[in-house]
């Protein structure tokens, strides 16, 4: 009987033959049996898909059906794993579906929709022609196809950004790196939010500069501080006549010719290149990045010691001088942004400041 031929060998006789034809008709038949059922399983719910991928699977496996059936049967299974959210095996039989007949639509829209729930747009994109060759005027592919190109502009887009952000970060480390700075952990970050350096067009850098009042620890933010611009102007503008008095200055000790900037020296430690990159791309389209080319493979900024003496100590800025002058200091580690100290001598607090008395609050990060 055919029933025990040995696997790959022919019938002989014409009974061999008929039992042969018989078994197919039988299988097909089960196959064709199966099919039905999924179908049904599928119009039941949810709770009743993985029967029908049960049957999907087992009608295939019975080897009988002409390929154009077995596609039918691949697009069926993709179609419950779609239901299911398994993408990739939705995908696969989708694939394996085209593949057995190369013109079956459902089999492509399926494609489609699996690969946008992958986020594999050109796939999507090739998959959705292909469908719309085939079937010109549906409209669902037509939807399809809309949101393939939507989706492929909002990511090249997004791409953009990336490569935007991580070009200005990059411009800056290579700034930073070109005047020998020192970069540190961001402090104060409760302030100063997500502010960071800009590099215009002639390299020159622009820094938000954090001043912080020593003695009552309220703060003000001077957003475009050049780099080349001296202290004094600021002051100047600061506390210029036609300003309002600082509320909390009670004894008004905070006037023009009696406050001084400090910043604090010998303190920190400075971050490698690669840090103070992902440091510049918090807040953009590139924080997620991890890597940031073969330049930053082998970290050669990298500093990883304290600047300065053993112990942290204030150290008095003049105010003729530029912010790059003070900041290329060797014992100055900028914390994220520059960040200054204001004192006024007549204040009777001036005096525990210069001895080393006081020190920032807990929030200051160490």
Not at 121 to 128: D, N, W
Request: glycine share 6%; with cysteine; proline share 3%.
């Amino acid at each position: 009987m055919a029933l025990w031929m040995e696997k790959g060998s022919e019938p002989q006789t014409e009974s061999e033959i008929a039992d042969l034809v018989g078994i197919n008709a039988l299988k097909e038949s089960a196959a064709i049996e199966l099919k039905e059922k999924g179908n049904e399983y599928v119009k039941m719910g949810k709770k009743h898909y993985s029967d029908a991928i049960d049957c999907y699977t087992r009608a295939i496996n019975q080897n009988v059906l002409s390929d154009s059936e077995n596609s039918i049967l691949f697009a069926n299974r993709a179609h419950v794993n779609l239901l299911l959210g398994n993408y990739r095996r939705a995908l696969m039989d989708a694939e394996d579906a085209i593949k057995l007949c190369p013109t079956n639509v459902k089999a492509l829209y399926r494609a489609v929709k699996a690969s946008l729930s992958l986020n594999l747009l050109s796939e999507a994109k090739q998959y959705c022609e292909k469908g719309l060759q085939q079937s010109p005027d549906n409209e669902e592919l037509r939807k399809l196809a809309r949101q393939v190109d939507l989706r492929k502009s909002e990511c090249e887009r997004h791409e953009a950004q990336i490569s935007k952000a991580v070009e200005s970060a990059k411009g800056i480390v290579s700034a930073i790196e070109d005047r020998n700075l020192k970069i540190g952990k961001a402090s104060f970050q409760e302030l100063i939010g997500l502010k960071k350096s800009i590099l215009d067009k002639d390299n020159i850098l622009h820094w938000p500069v954090l001043l912080l009042y020593a003695e009552f620890m309220t703060s003000d933010i001077i957003e475009d501080f050049c780099e080349t611009d001296m202290f004094s102007a600021h002051l100047d503008m600061m506390f210029s006549e036609s300003c309002h008095p600082l509320p909390w200055d009670k004894e008004k000790a905070y006037t023009r010719e009696a406050v001084e900037l400090y910043y604090e020296a010998g303190s920190g430690v400075c971050l490698s290149r690669k840090e103070i990159i992902r440091y510049l791309l918090e807040g953009t389209a590139g924080s997620h990045l991890e890597s940031f080319g073969d330049d930053y493979a082998n970290e050669s900024f990298d500093h990883r010691t304290t600047a300065g003496g053993s112990s942290a100590k204030w150290v008095k800025v003049n105010e003729k001088r530029a912010l790059y002058d003070v900041l290329k200091e060797p014992n100055f580690i900028i914390p994220g942004i520059p960040v200054f100290y204001i004192v006024s001598k007549r204040s009777s607090f001036y005096k525990d400041f210069k001895a080393g008395k006081w020190a920032p609050p807990g929030f200051h990060e160490e």
